[in-house]
């Protein structure tokens, strides 16, 4: 078949504006007409979308592809690869909720990278961070009181180790990412939720360090995604000249003044909390510091959302996945209008803005002619943000379809 035509169905072009009727044609996994009366021609393969709504393949901004649960029992007795064939799973399980496009913020390495892009397994088209980098003592430094060093991001071949302290460490700790493959460079300017022996609320690193690696990603064309949760840390961020902060649990309106002036996007990951709260009480968790931590930012961490959301700063969709289990992704979205962002924007937020945020806007996330033909068929409204991982009806990408929902709920 020469092309394909989606023919029947209600289009979301990913801008922000609602659902009308339009027909798509795909020829060679570009999109190259959208409208109506498009007509089916004998080397056309036409795909019924009556009843469902033709969308951008989703983006996931903040994902953790490699990690399957934050059970530290299982990450001492695994086998040490088994994680990669769980990570198979993950990335499957990531393209049957209609994502296409991930950011990886550590974990992933090049391997992965060329596995996806290369058809060796099924999943999204990933960017990497390859690992986390943090201070001694900080959100990646795995050592605990006992001597054991947990990393929840092991060194390995291929994931270099993040630890960096001081200006001229930092410089070959973002160097040494980039040669590993790095599309971004992660840093982590707070303590976290997940890292036991730390304070979200505490800055990490100095300003001279971080401008050093805005520095040194700048001059590799990369951007940079901060995890902030410390109104400190991501102020110390957000002036260095990070592209994105991750998480913004504490932000204040100082920082999301600093924000808006600067440009500096916002990736929520609402549901990571709520994600660590829930593997507690499936009995997945065993730090009770950890639990504790989760608990007191859940709420702030909404309130801090709905500032930021409502002072206008930029938005894109991330869930820290991974964290929560993989598939879950698109329970996000339903946060994200609980504090305040209007149901299209939150679906432009997984699509556009959130290509343009990984600079991939003028290949991926809208339905328009010349970008890659990634495209979900999804049923129901896009008002109700309910249940959507049941209603995706079908995932394609680049013009190929990889995912279909059965009887079973699996690809048939």
Same mark, same amino acid.
């Given at each position: 078949?020469?092309?394909?035509?989606?023919?029947?169905?209600?289009?979301?072009?990913?801008?922000?504006?609602?659902?009308?009727?339009?027909? *798509?044609?795909?020829?060679?996994?570009?999109?190259?007409?959208?409208?109506?009366?498009?007509?089916?021609?004998?080397? %056309?393969?036409?795909?019924?979308?009556?009843?469902?709504?033709? !969308?951008?393949? !989703? $983006?996931?901004?903040?994902?953790?592809?490699?990690?399957?649960?934050?059970?530290? *029992?299982?990450?001492?007795?695994?086998?040490?690869?088994?994680?990669?064939?769980?990570? %198979?799973?993950?990335? #499957?399980?990531?393209?049957?909720?209609?994502?296409?496009?991930? #950011?990886?913020?550590?974990?992933?390495?090049?391997?992965?990278?060329?596995?996806?892009?290369?058809?060796?397994?099924?999943?999204?088209?990933?960017?990497?961070?390859?690992?986390?980098?943090?201070? &001694?003592?900080?959100?990646?430094?795995?050592?605990?009181?006992?001597?054991?060093?947990? /990393?929840?991001?092991?060194?390995?071949?291929? *994931?270099?180790?993040?630890?960096?302290?001081?200006?001229?460490?930092?410089?070959? &700790?973002? #160097?040494?990412?980039?040669?590993?493959?790095?599309?971004?460079?992660?840093?982590?300017?707070?303590?976290?939720?997940?890292?036991?022996?730390?304070?979200?609320?505490?800055?990490?690193?100095?300003?001279?360090?971080? /401008?050093?690696?805005?520095?040194?990603?700048?001059?590799?064309?990369?951007? %940079?995604?901060?995890?902030?949760?410390?109104?400190?840390?991501?102020?110390?961020?957000?002036? /260095?000249?990070?592209?994105?902060?991750?998480?913004?649990?504490?932000?204040?309106?100082?920082? $999301?003044?600093?924000? !808006?002036?600067?440009?500096?996007?916002?990736?929520?990951?609402?549901?990571?909390?709520?994600?660590?709260?829930?593997?507690?009480?499936?009995?997945?968790?065993?730090?009770?510091? *950890?639990?504790?931590?989760?608990?007191?930012?859940?709420?702030?961490?909404?309130?801090? %959302?709905?500032?930021?959301?409502?002072?206008?700063?930029?938005?894109?969709?991330?869930?820290?996945?991974?964290?929560?289990?993989?598939?879950?992704?698109?329970?996000? !979205?339903?946060?994200?209008?609980?504090?305040?962002?209007?149901?299209?924007?939150?679906?432009?937020?997984?699509?556009?803005?959130?290509?343009?945020?990984?600079?991939?806007?003028?290949?991926?996330? #809208?339905? /328009?002619?010349?970008?890659?033909?990634?495209?979900?068929?999804?049923?129901?409204?896009?008002?109700?943000?309910?249940?959507?991982?049941?209603?995706?009806?079908?995932?394609?990408?680049?013009?190929?379809?990889?995912?279909?929902?059965?009887?079973?709920?699996?690809?048939?």
């Amino acid at each position: 078949m020469a092309g394909i035509l989606f023919a029947g169905g209600r289009v979301f072009d990913g801008t922000g504006a609602a659902p009308g009727r339009a027909d *798509v044609l795909v020829e060679d996994g570009v999109i190259v007409a959208v409208g109506t009366g498009l007509a089916a021609r004998d080397d %056309v393969r036409v795909v019924d979308a009556t009843g469902k709504i033709v !969308l951008p393949g !989703l $983006i996931d901004t903040h994902v953790h592809l490699t990690l399957s649960d934050i059970n530290l *029992v299982n990450r001492v007795s695994d086998p040490f690869s088994l994680h990669f064939f769980k990570t %198979v799973v993950n990335c #499957r399980k990531t393209l049957e909720t209609g994502i296409t496009t991930v #950011r990886d913020a550590a974990g992933a390495d090049l391997g992965l990278k060329q596995a996806l892009s290369r058809g060796l397994i099924e999943g999204p088209r990933t960017l990497i961070a390859v690992n986390m980098i943090s201070q &001694t003592g900080g959100h990646n430094d795995g050592h605990l009181s006992c001597g054991v060093n947990l /990393a929840l991001f092991p060194e390995h071949p291929g *994931v270099p180790s993040g630890i960096a302290d001081g200006p001229d460490e930092m410089r070959k &700790t973002v #160097r040494t990412m980039l040669r590993a493959g790095a599309d971004v460079i992660k840093v982590a300017t707070t303590g976290g939720v997940l890292s036991p022996a730390d304070d979200p609320r505490h800055a990490h690193f100095r300003p001279d360090e971080l /401008a050093v690696l805005v520095a040194e990603a700048d001059a590799a064309h990369v951007h %940079v995604m901060a995890h902030a949760q410390g109104v400190e840390g991501i102020k110390n961020a957000v002036r /260095a000249g990070v592209r994105s902060i991750e998480h913004g649990i504490f932000l204040d309106d100082e920082a $999301i003044e600093l924000m !808006l002036a600067r440009g500096t996007w916002l990736v929520p990951t609402l549901i990571a909390p709520m994600s660590v709260i829930e593997a507690a009480e499936r009995g997945e968790l065993h730090e009770p510091a *950890v639990l504790d931590k989760a608990l007191e930012v859940a709420s702030v961490h909404r309130e801090a %959302v709905t500032r930021a959301i409502g002072a206008g700063v930029n938005i894109a969709l991330g869930t820290d996945t991974g964290i929560g289990p993989h598939g879950d992704n698109l329970r996000e !979205l339903q946060l994200l209008a609980e504090c305040g962002l209007p149901p299209y924007a939150v679906w432009a937020a997984a699509t556009s803005r959130a290509a343009e945020l990984l600079g991939l806007a003028d290949r991926i996330g #809208r339905v /328009a002619p010349g970008l890659t033909a990634d495209l979900v068929l999804l049923e129901g409204e896009l008002t109700d943000l309910s249940d959507l991982r049941g209603r995706v009806a079908e995932t394609w990408q680049s013009g190929r379809r990889v995912y279909e929902r059965g009887e079973d709920g699996t690809l048939r």
